[in-house]
């Protein structure tokens, strides 16, 4: 048998190719359409885009949760606005039950204190006296009917 030498051209640079070379030794370049594409140039890109489409899901999942999160925070930051609205309108009906009942309490001494001086001795009421228990129960009716 002869030692037959296969001369081809290369793909590439046309440069002569010996015994089906795999790749050109002038143009460094595959024969095969493959070998081009397995490169480490290329196998390290692709690597790197299969890294970023999962990173890309991974960061659109954690967005998710972040705004679901962001969506809870500002429910909570509301109940809370309605609870500190609700807290402080009860403060303003603590307050004013306050004043009413600090109201009731001075009538009452004032109809205590005029109580006694209407009986003994035959004395009666005087007409300031008379006057003063009338505007002083008046204001206990009217708070009595209020509640």
Request: hydrophobic share 40%; proline share 1%; with cysteine.
């Amino acid at each position: 048998m002869e030692n037959k030498k296969i001369i081809h051209r290369c793909r590439h640079c046309q440069s002569e190719l010996i015994n089906n070379g795999k790749v050109c030794p002038t143009c460094n370049k595959h024969q095969k359409w493959y070998g081009d594409f397995l490169n480490l140039s290329s196998v390290t890109s692709l690597v790197m885009v299969i890294l970023a489409i999962v990173q890309l899901v991974l960061a659109t999942s954690e967005r998710s949760k972040a705004e679901e999160a962001f969506k809870k925070a500002e429910e909570v930051k509301n109940e809370n606005i309605k609870v500190k609205t609700a807290v402080d309108v009860s403060k303003i009906e603590i307050d004013r039950a306050k004043e009413e009942i600090l109201k009731i309490g001075n009538a009452v001494i004032i109809i205590a204190e005029v109580i006694p001086r209407s009986t003994g001795f035959g004395r009666g009421l005087n007409d300031s006296d008379r006057l003063l228990l009338e505007k002083n129960i008046k204001l206990i009716k009217e708070y009595s009917t209020k509640h």
